[in-house]
């Protein structure tokens, strides 16, 4: 009546372990008292909105915490103080409401929180995540409303000749009917991969809740990973976000990326239907990829990026009919919206840069400047605002 | 031409921070020497399949690493050696080519690898991941074939009065043409959450190759969140596993998650077409389920899980139909494939318990013992043999 199988699939693992490190591991397992950290909770998200970080380190001399809100305040890494029993803590606030990212650095190791199981990955580390919960994060928080379905996607690179990934979001009701969407191609920045934009992103509930209240058009928003894997010719010491992998990145979204999103998913094929937009080193892709490609964009969003006045012959070189053409440009355009923080060290370097060119050529734009740094608070908030222009 | 806006979101952040740990801070930060963290490679997986593990921490005075590769071979937690520049090393295997989890803990502390951005994440803490490539580990890889899609689903639960989320994979042309598929419930253990079965359980790429060599066939495969909530009238101390937990999430998966799959997708909505199984915790839910629904699910695994001789009783009591009537249930089930790592505490205990009570009853079943112990490199094979047996 029993099938028995003995099932045989590799060798047991284990016997390289040292004989002396495992009888004293296992008399420490035994061994094992209550501590303070069995029963820690670190973020402690108050009512008020301050939150209280602890982590228990008893022979650390030295604990910092790191957080996005801190950007562009002129603050550094805050120290946490140590109790009697070994547990650091700092309590910072009021936050306003919003999702947070943040590190803590144990004598000099930049670790996550141990408590905190909520993370955004990042191509070489990673950062917690928190949500101070309020009316002013409901825009991003996980409410009960139709939700969209955020598909995780392995395609066959034929640019880079491997197995690459994008994460895509398709609105409530996708599945169900024949109706054809536009597509936002929305790219992170430096660092960051394709999960970015739903992780610390939030940009699959910042769609649903638009779409629940009827303020932006349904459409996908595609988030392929633009962080390049580095070319065997690349110089040593290439930045990620220079023109070669720009160019990189270019050929990988024309030639692999949206012909792989328009065969596979019910989308609108065509300029007034697409849009590209990008923070950081992805509004750098942007800039590198729009200008010179109108036939295939008619809406341009560039976030926390410009063009520096270092590279701007350059630019002005590389896209001379975008630039000199202003009426066909402008006809061609339906929104370039430009994002940057006050406290972003790019705003003055490049984003204003950015303006001053386009309007010294006369190229219709939109210039939006807002509180903060180079940080996702803004741009989950740009999403939120940008999104509910797209496709009108 | 330029249309500007400020934009205003909130009161800007950083006020709150002492100006004394902001200097001492901004100092810090601009006195920043290099380090050997700069160019730190962890984990290093050699030619040879052994793997080296670093950690820049010079105040650090003791540094360990715990594997899923050690459990069931008798080892603790392995001792790293620290070099003059404040680096701790140390280097294990030769590992059989497979998927990995390991942390670390610096002077007590639990941390992932500060170097590793490559993670699996828990309800309440995280472990890192690597590969070992390999042969052995080709049917878990992510290979150069179609693959299928995993999507991440909110949707309202009415059980649990919250937005919930689940992982669905569907297979390879699932959005072309209009083929109904089988479907694969698969739940994991405790501690664990949705995303688990997709990232070290790599359900979606196991699945791929065995599509791609025409081993298996096409489904969907449906992994919820099988870690409850606390109920509001929960004892305290009430374990994550327990009858009271594993009830709610019968009732999750039977009004919620089932019936959405079957509004939301393209499936065969039948107990031939049905399957249901779990690890761990995942495996206990399982046998609250399935016994007492055979009308809804005719394929059924339980793995690294049973019923202990504690349990026995009730479990006999509770599902008396199934039990004592073999003729029928035999008839009924397609398939009870039973998995245990012969070093996972739950053999004896509980697997070989839940084997010979079936064996009592007359109830048909497989039993597969496999090496290893209670970890993820036994769920991805059960996964890649068991998938072969669906809906045949």
């Given at each position: 009546m029993t099938k028995r199988t003995i099932l045989r699939w590799g060798a047991a693992a284990g016997c390289f372990l040292l004989a002396s490190a495992t009888?004293?591991?296992?008399?420490?397992a035994a061994r094992r008292e209550p501590t303070p950290n069995d029963t820690l909770v670190s973020p402690d998200v108050q009512p008020d909105h301050r939150v209280t970080f602890r982590i228990y380190a008893p022979k650390a001399s030295e604990v910092t915490l790191s957080g996005d809100w801190m950007e562009g305040s002129?603050?550094?890494?805050?120290?946490?103080?140590k109790d009697d029993k070994g547990v650091w803590s700092?309590?910072?606030?009021?936050?306003?409401?919003d999702f947070y990212s943040y590190t803590l650095t144990v004598d000099g190791v930049?670790?996550?929180d141990p408590k905190n199981a909520q993370i955004k990955q990042g191509v070489t580390s990673n950062d917690n995540l928190f949500e101070v919960p309020g009316e002013e994060a409901a825009f991003e928080a996980t409410q009960m409303v139709p939700h969209g379905t955020v598909r995780i996607e392995w395609y066959s690179s034929s640019t880079l000749d491997m197995p690459r990934r994008m994460h895509i979001y398709t609105p409530p009701g996708y599945d169900r009917g024949n109706q054809r969407y536009p597509v936002l191609y929305l790219l992170h920045g430096g660092g960051d991969e394709d999960s970015g934009w739903s992780t610390i992103g939030r940009a699959g509930f910042i769609m649903d809740n638009l779409l629940a209240q009827k303020k932006a058009k349904p459409m996908l928003v595609v988030m392929p990973n633009g962080s390049m894997p580095r070319a065997a010719n690349?110089?040593?010491g290439a930045p990620g976000g220079g023109a070669?992998?720009?160019?990189?990145f270019a050929g990988e979204l024309l030639k692999d990326i949206i012909p792989f999103v328009e065969k596979n998913y019910r989308v609108l094929a065509n300029r007034e239907n697409r849009a590209i937009t990008g923070l950081s080193m992805g509004g750098g892709q942007t800039l590198r990829v729009a200008p010179t490609n109108l036939d295939k964009f008619a809406f341009i969003g560039v976030w926390s990026s410009g063009v520096s006045q270092q590279a701007q012959a350059d630019f002005e070189k590389r896209n001379a009919d975008f630039l000199s053409n202003p009426d066909k440009t402008n006809k061609m355009l339906k929104l370039l919206w430009i994002g940057v923080g006050e406290k972003d060290p790019l705003a003055n370097t490049s984003a204003k840069n950015l303006v001053a060119l386009l309007d010294q050529h006369g190229i219709k734009h939109e210039f939006h400047e807002s509180p903060g740094a180079h940080t996702w608070i803004n741009w989950r908030h740009y999403l939120n605002d940008y999104a509910q222009l797209l496709f009108r």
């Open positions: 009888i004293a591991a296992q008399g420490r002129g603050a550094g890494p805050q120290r946490l103080e700092v309590t910072v606030g009021p936050l306003v409401p930049k670790t996550i690349a110089p040593a070669a992998a720009q160019d990189r």
